[in-house]
């Protein structure tokens, strides 16, 4: 047997669960979870050495899961992705449209529009390059959930925050009419809306490097949500009966009243 196959029974065939944005932060924390659900876990990403990682970490503790790097704004990685998930036993059941990110805090005024061509192009584009991709087996399985990992900057805008806010609302856009697309069709879809989640890279992300404006969203909030906080919405919603759609949930911490109002002990 090569060394990267699962070990399992020949009857321990699970559903398939592809997470994209699997290399950290949510994405990480989501596939995780849903191993513990008994899924399959097939995560996705650019960083091969972040997956091999994670891959390892999840099989050590009983679960299954496959790496595939892969970088939702490429067609033929999406391609391989799903021609990769369907060498897999299995049924794909879920699908976790969790990769994305925010570039800059600047004003539209003086703001990059190569930042928001990227925003978009992971955000929305990448979304809907894999959710095509693996629709037909999804479908196919009888009992297809997509979900789709917005932010409360979906349904609302603030000062600096156009481009990613941008981007967010056209997501939620595109899971909306989704859902309506597929009325009659065996496949839910759920958006899901965090708002403040301290996690290791999206702040250091949007600001380049910069740990200093990273650490300040953040500065004085005693308790944000962290990624294991919204995999637990994730694993929630994709566990309930077929018959049960979420489709969508807000979240945000106690200390996040709104999107402006923020309770910090400084």
């Not at 990059?112 to 809907?128: F, H, P, R």
């Not at 087996?137 to 932010?151: H, K, N």
């Not at 941008?166 to 859902?179: G, W």
Request: aromatic share 4%; glycine share 8%; hydrophobic share 50%.
């Amino acid at each position: 047997m090569p060394a990267h196959s699962p070990v399992r029974a020949e009857t321990d065939v699970r559903p398939i669960a592809v997470i994209t944005g699997a290399s950290s932060g949510i994405g990480a924390a989501t596939a995780r979870r849903l191993a513990t659900e008994r899924f399959h876990v097939v995560v996705a990403a650019r960083r091969a050495d972040r997956l091999a990682a994670l891959v390892q970490e999840i099989r050590a503790g009983g679960g299954q899961a496959t790496a595939v790097p892969a970088d939702v704004t490429s067609a033929d990685d999406v391609a391989a992705l799903a021609a990769a998930v369907a060498e897999l036993d299995g049924d794909v059941t879920l699908l976790v449209n969790n990769a994305g990110g925010a570039l800059g805090l600047d004003p539209i005024e003086s703001a990059s529009v190569e930042d928001w061509q990227w925003m978009y192009d992971v955000n929305v584009a990448g979304t809907l390059r894999v959710t095509q991709a693996l629709l037909p087996a999804l479908d196919a399985s009888g009992a297809g959930t997509v979900v789709v990992l917005g932010s409360t900057a979906g349904l609302i805008v603030y000062e600096g925050g156009a481009g990613y806010a941008a981007a967010k609302h056209a997501q939620a856009a595109l899971a909306e009419t989704l859902r309506l697309e597929l009325s009659g069709r065996p496949i839910r879809v759920v958006e899901i809306d965090p708002g403040m989640v301290r996690t290791d890279e999206f702040s250091l992300k949007r600001f380049d490097g910069d740990e200093q404006r990273a650490a300040a969203v953040y500065a004085g909030v005693a308790n944000p949500l962290v990624a294991e906080d919204i995999a637990d919405c994730i694993a929630w919603c994709a566990t309930r009966p077929h018959h049960v759609n979420i489709d969508r949930m807000i979240v945000r911490p106690l200390a996040q009243a709104a999107q402006h109002k923020v309770h910090r002990v400084l």
